[in-house]
């Protein structure tokens, strides 16, 4: 069964700390998403990359950043975690050829306090 | 740029047929799809419309109009197990992203 596997189901962090989530696919996607999720707002995009060592800004860029350095794994980072970053975050691959089918991981709840 | 709007939450009863609506606005994209989510767990694929028309899969339909800049998930023969949060999602090609709605909240009851 093909697999989008989040490293942390839940994670607490403290105010300015740098935080990593880690996110690895065993689909041999080229495409992969970070997304955060909340109450009434839905999905949002962070990040995307089409390939190795690519990344394209999403629609809320601000306060992340991200690594490509292997084609199955993709890294979010926030440079200082602050409060209003608060929310669950998705990540998910697709294939070039299928890219409106996603399959996504089962996120990561991230708390900072 | 592109937005979507589905409604909150939609309520029906087991064996019911519901329609979960969603409009949206944007200046081009290549097709429209749908995700579930039940609550805790990974959104996951449902169907995808790139031309306009209804697309069936088992209990559960889209349709996609492109005159009226909207979109439907039909789900028949509702079970308790179809409770959970849909998504519409416009898939813009040349970028290769997901835009995705609010969500709309289906309740099932007995």
């Known amino acids: 069964d093909v697999k989008v596997t989040q490293s942390s189901r839940y994670l607490v962090k403290r105010t300015g700390e740098k935080v990593f989530l880690e996110c690895v696919q065993d689909m041999d996607h080229e495409n992969m998403f970070w997304y955060r999720q909340d109450p009434g707002l839905g999905l949002r995009l962070i990040y995307f990359s089409y390939d190795v060592k690519m990344k394209e800004k999403g629609d809320i860029p601000e306060g992340y950043s991200v690594s490509r350095e292997k084609k199955e794994r993709f890294s979010l980072i926030l440079e200082s975690a602050s409060t209003n970053q608060t929310s669950m975050y998705l990540c998910?691959?697709?294939?070039?050829?299928?890219?409106?089918?996603?399959?996504f991981g089962s996120g990561t709840r991230l708390t900072v306090v | 740029g592109q937005s979507l709007e589905q409604p909150s939450e939609v309520t029906a009863v087991e064996g019911a047929i519901v329609q979960i609506n969603c409009t949206y606005q944007?200046?081009?994209?290549?097709?429209l799809s749908w995700y579930q989510q039940h609550d805790g767990g990974a959104p996951t694929f449902l169907s995808y419309n790139a031309l306009d028309g209804l697309e069936e899969t088992g209990r559960f339909s889209s349709f996609l109009s492109r005159s009226d800049s909207y979109g439907y998930l039909l789900l028949q023969e509702l079970q308790m197990k179809d409770s959970a949060s849909y998504f519409c999602?416009?898939?813009?090609?040349?970028?290769?992203?997901?835009?995705f709605g609010q969500g709309t909240t289906l309740q099932v009851k007995p």
């Open positions: 998910a691959s697709s294939e070039r050829a299928r890219v409106y089918g996603y399959t």
């Open positions: 944007t200046s081009g994209f290549y097709g």
């Open positions: 999602a416009l898939f813009s090609g040349n970028t290769g992203k997901l835009i």
